[in-house]
């Protein structure tokens, strides 16, 4: 073996131990999940992806007492929304996927508009609050007139 050979092993030696060490230290805190591959995976930059707002979100969960089928029609409606947070979709398609009444659904929606996690134009168009869920360019949304809205709908709650 040479004197680079050494120096990599050395190298892959420490980082098994700095990992031994951090996994015996957080087994003594709880629970530990640990995924060791020796792939690597390479995230692509236009792979979508939402931002959520955990206090804000919380904060509406403990509010509107949200229940699993809410929380699971969220889940799907974020898969299902376009950069910008517009929402296109049948509620028949949303209850056929969650394998539940479109009636249910469709008081599920009317609780989420209340809550104001979902968003209701004027036109009728639906959007995930951006206070909440961001998808896409966060400096687009911001500029959006959505934006806006979400901002006006939350301080007339304040009052």
Known sequence: MNILQQQEEDNKVKEIEKIESAIKIKKEEGDVNVIISSQSYKQKVNNPFVILFYESFDCIIEEYQLNMLEMRIILKLLKKASLGNLLSFKQASIANELKT???????????????????????????????????????KMKDSKIYDDAIDIRNLENY
């Not at 609780?111 to 869920?133: A, D, H, R």
């Open 101 to 139: 009444l479109q009636p249910t659904v469709s008081r599920a929606f009317t609780k989420l508009i209340k809550s104001t996690l979902l968003i209701k134009t004027q036109e009728g168009e639906l959007y995930f609050n951006p206070q909440i869920f961001a998808k896409g360019n966060l400096k």
